[in-house]
């Protein structure tokens, strides 16, 4: 069983930057592939960023690439999501999700099928 929260969400100008913090329980987390995913109103949850157990390689979404940074630390059980410049549009509630076979696949996963577990969500709002 993993257990995921997620913290550091709140309402930012659009331009402002935020950063997402993920913490998981477990002595296994430096074996997970980690992701980040966001759900807008009315929209499907779609994939942000997602990084390597040993966080040697990471994914973007072309949404946001060149403005979020994802990492982890495996000594503290954290991955993170540093998000500058942001827009209106990326309003939604954060998820983190840990891909518990990270290690046996030769590219990091970004569909939600490959995630086992999920935090409960953090709100992101970027007004005008």
């Known amino acids: 069983q993993v257990q995921l929260v997620e913290s550091g969400g709140g309402l930012v100008q659009a331009g402002g930057s935020l950063r997402l913090s993920c913490a998981a329980s477990g002595r296994t987390f430096s074996s997970y592939n980690m992701g980040w995913f966001r759900q807008a109103p009315g929209k499907e949850r779609e994939f942000v960023a997602a990084?390597?157990?040993?966080?040697?390689?990471?994914r973007y979404a072309d949404s946001v690439k060149g403005r979020f940074t994802i990492s982890r630390d495996n000594a503290k059980n954290t991955v993170y999501l540093q998000m500058h410049s942001l827009k209106p549009e990326d309003t939604a509630v954060y998820y983190c999700?840990?891909?518990?076979?990270?290690?046996?696949?030769?590219?990091?996963?970004?569909?939600?099928?490959?995630?086992?577990?999920w935090g409960q969500g953090t709100q992101v709002t970027v007004s005008s």
């Open positions: 999700a840990a891909d518990l076979l990270g290690q046996k696949r030769s590219t990091i996963a970004t569909g939600l099928v490959f995630y086992d577990y």
């Open positions: 990084i390597s157990w040993s966080g040697g390689s990471t």
